[in-house]
């Protein structure tokens, strides 16, 4: 999902790994996700190899050097790529990091996405006429509570990963509108710059867009509510 995120970002505007950094930590990415800054710069660097992005410029702000990067050709092809990969994973065992994947649906043709979907439910649909069919088998007024469980659980999931499909595919465009936000925060946002003062008592529905921008830098407590006003904002002008 590194990848995905660091084409998606680069693919809106040229920027460092340090942005992509903070723009991950404050949407709440990292958490569901795990991506660390040394996977930001590894996979960054393994890109630069490959042709998928090359290196802009150079900055240097005080000690350090920051490498400016943009996507190239092959790196848009690759990003729709790995979005249809990521897209065409299970979700059970649980891949939490699908469930960020609608943000970048606006890279995607919507036929092929929806082929790709409905395909997998086909799949997961003959995975649970397997489990129920065993299930009729092997479980009985006599079963363990655990092997009932285990069986149960298992329908459940598959089942709850059916419905999770259908949903995407019903707000498949509402999903396209929010990308296209999304981007448009991003690209009138930097992520790294941080100002620290005065954020404590600002009412997050009238505050300006920089106010919006260090509320979500610096208050973890109400950075989600400023980010999704943010967004609003922005998408709306």
């Known amino acids: 999902m590194v990848k995905v995120l660091i084409l998606y970002y680069l693919n809106i505007k040229a920027t460092h790994g340090y942005e992509i950094q ?5 949407s709440g990415f990292d958490t569901w996700t795990n991506i660390k800054a040394g996977s930001i710069y590894y996979a960054l ?4 190899k490959v042709g998928e ?7 240097i702000r005080g000690s350090r050097t920051r ?3 943009k996507i190239t050709d092959l790196g848009i092809i690759e990003l729709k790529k790995a979005i249809e ?6 979700l059970v065992p649980l891949n939490i990091d699908k469930f960020i994947l609608p943000i970048t649906f606006n890279k995607l043709d919507k036929d092929v996405a929806i082929k790709i979907i409905e395909e997998h439910m086909k799949d997961i649909n003959k995975t649970l006429e397997y489990w129920n069919h065993w299930r009729d088998i092997k479980i009985n007024s006599d079963s363990p509570q655990v092997e009932t469980i285990s069986f149960d659980m298992t329908i459940s999931n598959y089942e709850y990963e059916l419905k999770w499909y259908r949903a ?6 509402l999903y396209f ?4 936000k999304n981007e448009a925060m991003i690209k009138n946002f930097n992520f790294n710059e941080i100002d620290e003062e005065g954020i404590e008592n600002i009412d997050i529905n009238n505050a300006s ?8 830098l610096n208050n973890s407590d109400t950075s989600k509510a400023a980010l999704e006003k943010l967004i609003k904002v922005i998408g709306n002008k």
Request: no cysteine; aromatic share 6%; proline share 2%.
């Open 45 to 48: 660097s393994k890109m630069e």
């Open 22 to 26: 903070k723009f991950i930590q404050a």
């Open 177 to 180: 509108k929010l990308s296209e």
């Open 67 to 69: 490498r400016i990067y």
């Open 85 to 90: 990969k990521e897209l065409d994973k299970p």
């Open 209 to 216: 867009v920089n106010q919006l921008k260090n509320i979500i």
């Open 168 to 173: 995407l595919i019903n707000e498949f465009d």
């Open 53 to 59: 992005i090359e290196l802009v410029r150079e900055e």
